[in-house]
C-alpha cells in the first residue's frame, strides 16, 4: 500500500513538472504560483509516507522480538517481576548469585557487668554471670559477694538468601553468635568463645523447616533490653527445630520434643531423650491500628524410661499463652504476656521448672506453671528511650513428689535508658534487681547493672 501511494505521488510530481514545460500556458506568473503550492502539498505527504513507513518497520521488529520470546521462554516460567530488568542491588540490598539474592549482617556488642550476689558468687563460674538465669540465683551462701565481668559474646551474625525457583518461593537464613561456655582458653589471656548455632532453616512459600523460635512464642513482644533475654522469668523462649505451616494469621508446628524431669524427692534435673512423639503448636497473630495480639498453644506429650529401676512413663503437657503490644501514643508503648499450663517448664523462664516429677510409683506427674511480663517503653527524645520491665514466675509443686528443694517463684525488675547517637549504634546502661525463691522459703537476689555498646550492620 506504501509503494502504491509513492508511485502515485511520483507521477504527479512528474504531471506537474510537464505542466511546467507546456509552450501554450496562458500566464506563466499564475502557473508557477500554483505550480510551488502543488509541490508544497507534495512535499507535506512525502514526509507523512515516511512517517508511516518508519512506524511499519518498528511493529515488524517488535513483533519479531515477541515471536523469539515466546519461542524460547520456559514451559512452565517463573511469574515475573512487575520489572523486568532491576538494577544491581545496593550493599544494604544484598547481592545477587543466580536466582537468589544473599544478605549477610548482625551485630557486635560489649557489655559490662558489675553484679552482687545475696548469696554468695554463682557455683557454675562466670558464664552465668554474664545474662540472667533465674534458676542460677545463688541461695544460702555465708557472704554476699560482688563480681564484675567484661564480654563480647553477644556478638551476632547471620546470611539470608531469598529468590525464586520453579515458581516457588524458596528462602534460608543462618545465624550464629557465641553466648556459650567460653572456648578452650580463659580470660587470662585471649577470652575465647566458641560460636554457636542460633537459627538454621529453610523457607518454601509457607512452609518452615529448621531451627526457629518455637511456634508457641512471640519474639515481637519482647522487651528492649541491655540483658541477653530481660523479661527471663516470665517469657516463652526456646529455639529447636520444627516443620511450620503458616497461612496468614493462622500457623501450626511440630517441634522438638524433650522432657525435664524432677527426680522423685528432688535432685539433680533428669533431660529425657525418650520422647515418641512431637510436640504441637498453634498460634493465631491478630494486627490492628493500635497494637497486635498473638495466642498460642501447645500439647505435648512427656516421657521418661530407665531400664534400670523399671520406669517407663508417659503424661500430658499443655499450655496457653497471650500476648500483646500496645501502641501509647505515638511513640511508646506497652508490652504484655501472660502464660499458663502443665508440663511446660521447659519452654517457659530458661527451664526455671521442669515439666514434671517422679512420684513414688515412678509415675510421671506435670508440674504446673503460670508466668508473664510487662514492659513499658518511653521515647524521651529523638535516639533517647527507656525500658520499664517486670517479669515473674510462680510454680504449682508437690512438694511430696518434688521435696522442698525445688524452685517456687522467681521475679525481676529492670530499668534502663538507652541511646542512639548514629543509626545502628547503641549505648546504654541497665540496673536490674531479681530473686529467687525455693520451697523451703529460702531465697536469694542479685542486683546488677550492665554498661553495654553496640553497633549493628
Given at each position: ?388 520491665i517486670w517479669s515473674g514466675q510462680n510454680v504449682d509443686n508437690d512438694t511430696r513428689f518434688t521435696g522442698l528443694s525445688a524452685n517456687r517463684s522467681a521475679q525481676s525488675i529492670h530499668a534502663n535508658l538507652i541511646w542512639s547517637p548514629v543509626t545502628a549504634f547503641d549505648v546504654g546502661a541497665e540496673l536490674m534487681f531479681a530473686d529467687r525463691e525455693i520451697e523451703t522459703g529460702a531465697s536469694g537476689d542479685l542486683t546488677r547493672l550492665i554498661l553495654f555498646a553496640k553497633y549493628g550492620f
Amino acid at each position: 500500500m506504501i509503494k502504491s501511494r509513492l508511485s502515485a505521488v511520483l507521477s504527479a510530481g512528474a504531471a506537474s513538472a510537464a505542466l511546467l514545460c507546456a509552450p501554450d500556458i496562458a500566464s506563466a506568473q499564475s502557473s508557477q504560483a500554483a505550480l510551488e503550492a502543488r509541490i508544497a502539498q507534495l512535499e507535506a505527504e512525502l514526509n507523512a509516507l515516511k512517517g508511516e513507513v518508519v512506524a511499519a518497520r518498528t511493529q515488524q521488529a517488535a513483533q519479531a522480538q515477541d515471536i523469539i520470546r515466546l519461542e524460547t521462554r520456559p514451559a512452565n516460567p517463573a511469574p515475573a517481576p512487575v520489572q523486568q530488568t532491576a538494577a544491581p542491588a545496593s550493599l544494604s540490598e544484598g547481592f545477587r548469585i543466580g536466582d537468589h539474592t544473599v544478605k549477610f549482617g548482625g551485630f557486635v556488642k560489649v557489655d559490662a557487668y558489675a553484679t552482687r550476689y545475696s548469696g554468695g558468687d554463682p557455683a557454675n563460674g562466670d558464664s552465668l554471670r554474664e545474662f540472667h538465669i533465674p534458676g542460677s540465683i545463688p541461695i544460702g551462701g555465708a557472704d554476699e559477694d560482688t563480681a564484675t565481668d567484661f564480654n563480647a559474646r553477644q556478638t551476632r551474625f547471620w546470611l539470608t538468601t531469598d529468590g525464586m525457583v520453579g515458581g516457588h518461593k524458596i528462602g534460608t537464613r543462618m545465624e550464629m553468635d557465641f553466648q556459650t561456655l567460653p572456648g578452650a582458653g580463659d580470660q587470662r589471656t585471649t577470652s575465647p568463645a566458641n560460636p554457636a548455632l542460633r537459627r538454621a532453616f529453610i523457607t518454601i512459600d509457607n512452609w518452615l523447616i529448621g531451627q526457629e523460635w518455637t511456634n508457641f512464642q512471640n519474639t515481637a513482644v519482647l522487651p528492649e533490653s541491655a540483658d541477653f533475654i530481660g523479661a527471663a522469668e516470665g517469657t516463652v523462649f526456646a529455639r529447636q527445630v520444627q516443620v511450620r505451616y503458616t497461612r496468614g494469621p493462622f500457623s501450626v508446628s511440630v517441634e522438638n520434643p524433650e522432657t525435664t524431669v524432677t527426680p522423685f524427692g528432688g535432685g539433680t534435673r533428669l533431660v529425657a531423650d525418650d520422647n515418641s512423639l512431637p510436640d504441637f503448636t498453634a498460634r493465631y497473630a491478630v494486627s490492628r491500628p493500635w497494637g497486635d495480639v498473638q495466642f498460642a498453644g501447645l500439647l505435648r506429650q512427656l516421657k521418661y524410661q530407665n531400664p534400670a529401676s523399671n520406669i517407663d512413663s508417659t503424661a500430658t503437657g499443655w499450655g496457653l499463652s497471650a500476648s500483646t503490644k500496645i501502641k501509647v501514643g505515638s511513640k511508646d508503648d506497652l508490652r504484655l504476656m501472660v502464660t499458663g499450663g502443665e508440663g511446660i517448664g521447659r519452654y517457659v523462664g530458661l527451664n526455671f521448672s521442669n515439666d514434671a516429677v517422679l512420684d513414688a510409683s515412678g509415675e510421671l506427674d506435670a508440674i504446673g506453671v503460670v508466668a508473664g511480663f510487662a514492659a513499658y517503653r518511653h521515647v524521651w527524645a529523638p535516639g533517647w528511650r527507656s525500658s520499664l520491665i517486670w517479669s515473674g514466675q510462680n510454680v504449682d509443686n508437690d512438694t511430696r513428689f518434688t521435696g522442698l528443694s525445688a524452685n517456687r517463684s522467681a521475679q525481676s525488675i529492670h530499668a534502663n535508658l538507652i541511646w542512639s547517637p548514629v543509626t545502628a549504634f547503641d549505648v546504654g546502661a541497665e540496673l536490674m534487681f531479681a530473686d529467687r525463691e525455693i520451697e523451703t522459703g529460702a531465697s536469694g537476689d542479685l542486683t546488677r547493672l550492665i554498661l553495654f555498646a553496640k553497633y549493628g550492620f
